[in-house]
């Protein structure tokens, strides 16, 4: 799936990393994940339209909180083989897409170049 990944540790944590890096999908630990959190991620640019992918190592969804009070599904990762997680991410990640820059459009930079 030629994924790039970048580790964070603990909330604000993902707010900083999104900031440098162009997250396409966040997996966090459900026990993070809480109503204020995903609140707070919704305002922060970055992170605001990037879906949230709540796993555990230790709980099964059943088990987890996250779904009651934040509406996110859990997923209990040793349950999964590899070909799911692939789907599941897959599935789970916004699209990628393209951006002119915000400093010149498409065509000032078309027309310099072949001048």
């Given at each position: 799936?030629?994924?790039?990944?970048?580790?964070?540790?603990?909330?604000?944590?993902?707010?900083?990393v999104a900031r440098s890096f162009e997250p396409h999908l966040?997996?966090?630990?459900?026990?993070?994940?809480?109503?204020?959190?995903?609140?707070?991620?919704?305002?922060?640019?970055?992170?605001?339209?990037?879906?949230?992918?709540?796993?555990?190592?230790?709980?099964?969804?059943?088990?987890?909180?996250?779904?009651?009070?934040?509406?996110?599904?859990?997923?209990?990762?040793?349950?999964?083989?590899?070909?799911?997680?692939?789907?599941?991410?897959?599935?789970?990640?916004?699209?990628?897409?393209?951006?002119?820059?915000?400093?010149?459009?498409?065509?000032?930079?078309?027309?310099?170049?072949?001048?």
């Open positions: 799936m030629n994924i790039q990944c970048e580790t964070a540790v603990g909330v604000e944590g993902a707010r900083v966040v997996v966090a630990e459900c026990e993070l994940l809480n109503p204020s959190v995903l609140e707070t991620w919704s305002m922060e640019g970055a992170l605001s339209d990037v879906p949230v992918l709540a796993v555990s190592l230790t709980r099964r969804p059943e088990e987890s909180l996250t779904s009651e009070h934040c509406g996110l599904g859990g997923v209990y990762l040793p349950t999964l083989d590899r070909d799911s997680v692939l789907a599941l991410l897959d599935g789970a990640m916004k699209p990628r897409g393209v951006r002119a820059p915000q400093d010149a459009s498409i065509a000032e930079r078309f027309t310099a170049a072949t001048h």
